[in-house]
T-cell receptor, first 110, second 116 residues
């Protein structure tokens, strides 16, 4: 089983739509969780950290379910500029380096 | 306010040759990481440096891969006797303190390595 699994998509949604991505991780000892965004042929950039209580940043909401080892990202009112690959990221056993999912591709269309 | 820089941006080499990839982290960042991203794959952890501590090399795929970090700043990733399966984008990242969950990793633009 892979450390971090995501639905690769692609998700094609119209502008203004709400879209949700899910991710599962295998290491129950993981303590840090993130969503990164990667544009085509660019480096990954942190979108947001994910906390047990759930957290929101503008149109983006992240949720963590430790019991199910499940992470989600909700994007409301999608913009064309949201088109990218969204990477689910979990820290490795040692706590510092990261395990990345393969990413979920999102295309927002006019 | 320079970010993480990497050189070269692209490298094409022949199978069996050695290559060196360079990473300049953000000034003041004590933690430095190397990852690679193969086509259609997620990022794969390679090695981690934190201050003067011994590096964590647990992600290096073979003994053909090695990395150094001189003076706590610049890092070089060396791949000896390159193979076609080494073709990938090699990404370097740095963070302020290398504490799990405590800081953000900032990535460089990567070096795209193609082994013919």
């Amino acid at each position: 089983r892979k450390e971090v699994e995501q639905d690769p998509g692609p998700f094609n949604v119209p502008e203004g739509a709400t879209v949700a991505f899910n991710c599962t991780y295998s290491n129950s000892a993981s303590q840090s969780f993130f969503w990164y965004r990667q544009d085509c042929r660019k480096e990954p950039k942190l979108l947001m950290s994910v906390y047990s209580s759930g957290n929101e940043d503008g149109r983006f909401t992240a949720q963590l379910n430790r019991a199910s080892q499940y992470i989600s990202l909700l994007i409301r009112d999608s913009k064309l500029s949201d088109s990218a690959t969204y990477l689910c990221v979990v820290n490795r056993d040692s706590g510092y380096a990261l395990n990345f999912g393969k990413g979920t591709s999102l295309l927002v269309t006019p | 306010g320079a970010g993480v820089s990497q050189s070269p941006s692209n490298k094409v080499t022949e199978k069996g040759k050695d290559v060196e990839l360079r990473c300049d982290p953000i000034s003041g960042h004590t933690a430095l990481y190397w990852y690679r991203q193969s086509l259609g794959q997620g990022l794969e952890f390679l090695i981690y440096f934190q201050g003067n501590s011994a590096p964590d090399k647990s992600g290096l795929p073979s003994d053909r891969f090695s990395a150094e970090r001189t003076g706590g700043s610049v890092s070089t990733l060396t791949i000896q006797r390159t193979q076609q399966e080494d073709s990938a984008v090699y990404l370097c990242a740095s963070s302020l303190a290398g504490l799990a969950g405590a800081d953000t990793q900032y990535f460089g633009p990567g070096t795209r390595l193609t082994v013919l």
